[in-house]
């Protein structure tokens, strides 16, 4: 195995849920590489539908948890709303698809909006996954979180009751606190693979 190969393993296999963090602002530098590590995972059609708002203002912090009882969007010098967009047809589709514009609009007319908040919120989630990659690389402990109210957080962020857009992953970011110990490897189950089917 290459050093890349093996170095992108170890920081996964490392990765742990942190929900308290040191008193040390993160960089603008090392957070704009995160983001934008985040903003090259893949997207249905390239179409890239889905958006990263970055939070680092304490009283919008402090809203997020008040909202949602999770303490560690306060602690955390930063927190990253991974949001889908569900819009039929976005501002910005025909400088991406080019010439494959016309084939793209007909295959999401034919989509419901059920279908389309769907494909949103899972472009939402992979670059909510490569975040968390990008954030452990540069030595930033991270917490993926799933359990708060979602017009709560639309409020906070500035999307009021728009239907268009849905609130995918919260993830809390900092720099590990020293004084905590490192979490322990949670464990995995191993008959969570499944090969080729269900079917026996």
Not at 103 to 126: M, P, S
Not at 146 to 173: C, N, P, Q, Y
């Amino acid at each position: 195995m290459g050093n890349t190969s093996s170095l992108v393993h170890s920081l996964i296999a490392q990765r742990r849920t942190v929900r308290t963090y040191a008193d040390t602002p993160i960089p603008d530098a090392v957070l704009d590489r995160v983001v934008s590590s985040a903003l090259e995972a893949p997207s249905a059609f390239n179409l890239q539908l889905r958006d990263v708002v970055v939070v680092t203002d304490p009283a919008l912090r402090q809203a997020l948890t008040d909202s949602s009882g999770q303490p560690q969007f306060a602690a955390a010098p930063a927190v990253l709303v991974f949001v889908g967009r569900s819009e039929l047809w976005p501002e910005d589709a025909e400088e991406i698809l080019g010439a494959k514009a016309d084939y793209v609009r007909n295959y999401k007319q034919q989509q419901t909006e059920q279908q389309r908040v769907k494909a949103a919120i899972i472009d939402a989630t992979l670059a909510a996954g490569t975040a968390l990659i990008a954030a452990q690389a540069e030595g930033l402990v991270t917490n993926p979180t799933t359990g708060w109210d979602e017009h709560a957080i639309k409020d906070i962020i500035g999307l009021g009751d728009r239907k268009d857009r849905s609130v995918a992953v919260i993830v809390a970011m900092g720099y590990p606190d020293p004084a905590a110990p490192v979490p322990a490897h949670p464990g995995r189950q191993a008959d969570r693979r499944v090969s080729n089917s269900y079917a026996k």
